[in-house]
């Protein structure tokens, strides 16, 4: 039986909604598209500590919702043809539909592959394709839409640590194969990609280790994260702009004897050469605080989610921390759920006029002691009034002009300044226009589709006016 359920409160502009059944479920993604469309990937089933057994215990659900968690629309997926499929996220939108990517095990040889799923608005499934060799393993762990509209896929060919070389695997627009590199080198924990459009590089990321490579997959260099900085990095990376990204970390203090040894939420900024420029870390004092999540429309507000005092031996009360800052590391806001049952966080998404979605697990295994069954709790709130702690844009509002907004066919940019940049950015994260100009600027937009974009203007590093588009 399913159950679903919303509180607004009016007062912090909160809507909170549960999704629980009597089996184990969690959120693995959440994406925003167009104007107010929300997409919930959840795996229900049972809890097992197997990796095969995860592809047989959990089926998929797939929902849709608007800002305001009313549920209109969902998907129950449990296989494609002969393979067991987990589904990880969303990808974008092309001619087809709606791009999902899952992780897909042939039933009886336990072969993994990459599945890619296309929906409708309706998540009626449209399409499926199973890619991949039965004399490889291609065990997918992240996925990014390049710059130049491509799908770039990182993993391993074991699911095994220590026992696999990693994977980088690229298709373009018509999923047609463009490149797939076996990179000979042993893989210890599972690999993110981030793409850095202003060097024409990709970091992936395994660990301490950040291996580059140029746009054509030539191995250039491996960086090591630093080890005296006392932070473990985790597996999410995301850019600031053409140069920089965030390193979301673990910060470990060696205890004083007779403590327990304390961590902390971290993060890092990170230059175009793997360097740590910055180092933030984020905790209550005399608790374990593991990180989640950080995400971001614009870098003066930061959501940073975790978990805190999670413990399985024994089961206790925790609690889900997040915190809003900035790339100056500021708290701007704490907020905590939890107490009476183990909360765990699951995901989170800063969503694109403002705010945050927010997704929690809870296990009450007071009542229910044992089996494990996780039920979600989801929750948005401020959205269209994020919290920041400086002004959004440099140009003061007589200096800086952009109409018509919303608009069609072309884009009239006007700034005080030289050499100038101006960079549209669709809702997938893919960079739609990318132009250079000084004072003026106006930019045929006949060519995208409708909907809603970001845009940025900047001079060398400096980010100088960001704001939302509308092409209706």
């Known amino acids: 039986m399913l159950m679903m359920g919303a509180i607004a409160v009016s007062s912090q502009n909160q809507i909170e909604k549960w999704v629980a059944t009597p089996e184990d479920e969690y959120v693995e993604s959440m994406d925003y598209l167009y104007f107010d469309i929300l997409f919930l990937t959840v795996h229900r089933g049972e809890i097992t500590g197997n990796y095969q057994e995860k592809f047989t215990n959990y089926s998929n659900m797939v929902y849709k919702s608007d800002f305001n968690l009313e549920f209109s629309d969902s998907l129950y997926l449990d296989e494609v043809g002969d393979y067991d499929v987990l589904v990880k996220g969303f990808l974008k939108v092309d001619p087809t539909g709606l791009l999902f990517w899952a992780k897909a095990m042939e039933k009886n040889t336990q072969d993994e592959q990459l ?59 018509n999923i047609n194969e463009v490149k797939k590199l076996i990179f000979e080198e042993t893989v210890a924990y599972p690999p993110t990609i981030i793409e850095i459009p202003g060097t024409g590089k ?20 491996v ?18 702009d053409d140069f920089d990204y965030i390193k979301m970390g673990l910060y470990i203090s060696a205890p004083i004897p007779g403590s327990p040894w304390e961590m902390d939420m971290a993060f890092n900024v990170m230059d175009e050469n793997a360097n740590v420029t910055d180092t933030y870390t984020f905790g209550i004092p005399d608790s374990i605080d593991t990180p989640g ?4 429309v614009n870098t ?4 940073f989610g975790g978990t805190r005092n999670l413990s399985s031996n024994p089961v206790q009360d925790s609690w889900v921390s997040l915190f809003t800052t900035n790339l100056d590391g500021e708290v ?39 089996g494990k069954t996780r039920d979600i709790r989801l929750i948005t709130e401020n959205y269209g009034n994020p919290i920041t702690g400086k002004p959004n844009n440099a140009f003061p509002n007589d200096n800086f ?37 000084d004072e003026t600027a106006e930019i045929s937009t006949n060519r995208l589709p409708l909907g809603m974009y970001f845009y940025k203007i900047s001079k060398g590093r400096e980010v100088l006016q960001t704001g939302k588009w509308i092409k209706q």
């Open 300 to 303: 003066d507000t930061i959501y």
């Open 202 to 221: 990709f970091h992936l990321c395994a660990g301490f280790e950040t291996f580059q490579f140029d746009s054509e997959f030539n191995f250039e260099i």
């Open 293 to 296: 999540k950080l995400d971001f």
């Open 115 to 173: 599945c890619l799923l296309w929906f409708d608005e309706s998540l009626n499934l449209v399409n499926s394709m199973i890619l991949g060799s039965a004399e490889t393993m291609e065990v997918i762990s992240d996925a990014i839409v390049r710059s130049n509209g491509n799908l770039l896929f990182v993993g391993s060919t074991s699911y095994e640590a220590l026992q696999g070389n990693y994977i980088l695997w690229e298709f373009d627009e």
């Open 223 to 240: 960086y090591d994260f630093p080890a005296n900085i006392n932070i473990h990095p985790q597996d999410q990376n995301k850019l600031i």
């Open 332 to 370: 701007l806001e704490h907020r905590f759920w939890g107490g009476g049952g183990q909360y765990a966080f699951s995901d989170l998404t800063a969503l694109p006029a403002g705010g945050f979605l927010l997704a929690i697990t809870r296990w009450d295994y007071l009542n229910f002691p044992n």
């Open 401 to 437: 002009q952009l109409y018509p907004n919303p608009g069609n066919s072309f884009i009239q940019v006007k700034a005080v300044g030289k050499g100038l940049h101006f960079r549209l950015i669709d809702v997938n994260s893919k960079v739609v226009m990318d132009i250079g100009f």
